[in-house]
């Protein structure tokens, strides 16, 4: 039975999508509980399978070219699949569920819900892949679903040019993906993890070729898990239906980057110059996205600058060669920005899809399940003792501040800012008066969306303690420096709150106003800039190759030297006896000249 697990798990949501487009357009609603029935049969599979002993890798040969190359169908089931599992379909499931309230009346619903089925088809892949290969075509795969999840509402031209702009982007860092698994394959021979980690002293023997293929590898993650320069998707990917920004945003694509960088840490770590430039990278993005969601007015897109944060923060603990800790975030990650996304879900759906905070305010009354629920996700985000991120990022926290205190500075000053800007949504949204019509009339959302958002309240209040209890802190919380470190990042998680709540209290309009920041510190727009510029140049240098070398060059000139010839040899042609006689005589003389005198 253990071996037959994963099978449904994967293709159980597969079989739903095709069943959902082919049969079931006259009754949309069957649609919406068919992927409904379908990931949570796989969550079950899922939570079966973590409850077995089976540690091991299950393989069907598919590709065999050996000795150059090898791919099976293979999965891994080890503790760190089978967790994953638990969490992509657990939080998937309800998100299923929130979405047969929140999309109840959307004339796309069978569309929606096959893609859906499909996505977690795809990230169930991702997770059970054991080599680089079957990686890679289910990491296509979920940015094909991300393309019709995020254009779901694809007749806004914003939705559509979002989509557009999730699937480029990520093919950047996917192009990057692909050459560093041919480069570990040359070096390798394989593409087998397992393989690959046993081999490794190949790679290791050309330092700089390890590097270059250890961070082309990375390239993957950066487009899938939205790292600086690559981040620019995820925002604008708030286009989508909200229960697909919760999906993306929690457990799913984002965190496929993550866990690919911790599914090949015998890859990474084997580099410390590519670990030096993971660290930093998740370390910029880390602040920056913080400082960005400070100036933010949209609910979605403040969490959605709030994920590429967390995400960094993912991405700095792996940089520091703690896979341990960069998934013991990730975990607790998913609940929390799981339910911060459907609570603001809840929001906007009552309040007529309004997303500008400045036009909510006093919903904390009227909306009281959500503003609870809310609350519990914030104070987990925020890093508030004893809630689930309080012991994930205090993880990261401590790792860092044993191995590099400079990146240990920046994470606590992106530990202050993000409590700064959640303060300031709480306040602003929850407190105060209402500042718009739909705000004073506003009331809670129907069961079906509220019960989700009550069971991700659960794991985000208490799942640190699990976690924890199994040793996934790097630095022991009873040590010395963790309890130094704790001590600094709830003082400033404590300052970051009272800072936003002074100054955001009883305010009917945003006191700061920083211009680079609201603008996003001008990143999109030096792309927008850059791309018009550039499409610009290719093209007037495209018109003048077709024009100059093509046409004129290749086209026309073929054709002007066949006239030309043909009008030279014209002149012969004059219709004259004598003429002819004169030319043959001519070329007798020429003929002699050639073969007798020279």
């Known amino acids: 039975m253990n071996t037959a697990l994963p099978w449904y798990i994967l293709l159980v949501p597969l079989i739903a999508s095709v069943v959902i487009l082919v049969l079931t357009r006259p009754w949309p609603t069957l649609s919406s509980y068919l992927s409904v ?45 089978k967790t994953m599992l638990i969490v992509v379909t657990g939080v998937g499931a309800l998100i299923h569920i929130y979405s047969l309230g929140y999309m109840g009346s959307d004339a796309g619903k069978p569309r929606y819900f096959a893609s859906l089925s ?79 980690a046993a081999a490794i002293g190949k790679l290791a023997a050309n330092p700089t070729f390890l590097t270059a293929a250890a961070l082309l590898v990375f390239c993957g993650a950066v487009g899938k898990s939205a790292q600086f320069p690559l981040h620019v998707w995820l925002p604008d990917a708030m286009e989508g239906p909200t229960p697909i920004s919760a999906l993306i945003h929690a457990a799913t694509m984002v965190a496929a980057g993550v866990y690919m960088l911790v599914r090949v840490g015998f890859l990474i770590q084997a580099s410390p110059v590519a670990l030096n430039v993971i660290t930093w990278i998740g370390t910029i993005t880390a602040v920056m996205a913080a400082l960005i969601a ?63 905070i400045w036009k909510m305010g006093g919903l904390a009354g009227r909306m009281a399940i959500t503003f609870l629920t809310f609350a519990v996700g914030t104070l987990a985000l925020i890093g508030c003792p004893p809630f689930s991120g309080f012991w994930s990022k205090d993880a990261i926290l401590a790792l860092a501040y044993e191995r590099n205190v400079v990146v240990f500075a920046l994470a606590l000053f992106t530990a202050f800012l993000t409590a700064f800007y959640m303060l300031r949504l709480m306040t602003v949204v929850f407190f105060g008066k209402p500042r718009g019509d739909h705000a004073r009339t506003g009331f809670e959302s129907p069961w079906v969306m509220l019960v989700p958002l009550i069971v991700l309240a659960i794991p985000a209040a208490a799942a640190g303690f699990g976690f924890a209890a199994k040793n996934f802190l790097p630095i022991p919380a009873e040590s010395h420096n963790g309890i130094v470190v704790s001590a600094m990042a709830t003082g400033a998680m404590l300052l970051g709150s009272l800072v936003a709540i002074l100054l955001y209290r009883g305010r009917e309009s945003d006191p700061v106003n920083i211009p ?76 002699l000249y050639f073969t007798v005198f020279r």
């Not at 169930?124 to 892949?129: Q, T």
């Not at 557009?164 to 990520?170: E, G, L, P, Q, R």
Request: charged share 10%; hydrophobic share 55%.
């Open 516 to 591: 680079a920041l609201r603008r996003k510190l001008y990143i999109d727009a030096f792309y927008n800039w850059l791309i018009r510029h550039t499409q610009d140049a290719l093209a007037a240098l495209t018109a003048f190759f077709d024009r100059w070398i093509v046409d004129v060059g290749g086209v026309r000139g073929v054709a002007s030297g066949t006239w030309s010839a043909g009008a030279l040899l014209r002149l012969f042609q004059v219709g004259n006896l004598q003429a002819y006689a004169f030319l043959f005589g001519l070329g007798i003389v020429g003929l």
């Open 118 to 196: 499909l996505f977690m088809f795809a990230m169930i892949g991702i997770v059970l892949a054991n080599n680089f290969v079957m990686m890679f075509i289910f990491w296509e795969l979920v940015g094909v679903c991300s393309y019709l999840l995020i254009g779901h509402w694809y007749e806004r031209d914003s939705a559509a040019a979002a989509a557009n702009k999730a699937f480029i982007t990520n093919r950047i860092g996917d192009f990057g993906f692909i050459l560093g698994i041919l480069m570990v394959w040359t070096a390798s021979g394989s593409v087998i993890f397992t393989e690959i």
């Open 37 to 81: 029935a379908a990931v949570l049969i796989s969550f079950g599979c899922s939570c079966a399978l973590f409850a077995s002993t089976a540690n091991h890798s299950l393989q069907i040969p598919w590709l065999n070219f050996r000795p150059q190359l090898a791919v099976p169908i293979a999965f891994t089931l080890d503790q760190l699949s």
């Open 294 to 356: 400070t100036q933010q007015d949209d609910i979605k897109r403040i969490l959605a600058y709030s994920t590429l944060s967390q995400l960094g923060y993912m991405v700095m603990a792996v940089g520091l060669a703690s896979g341990e800790a960069a998934m013991f975030h990730l975990f607790a990650h998913a609940f929390f920005k799981a339910l911060l996304f459907l609570g603001a879900g809840s929001i906007i759906f009552m309040l007529h899809h309004e997303q500008n």
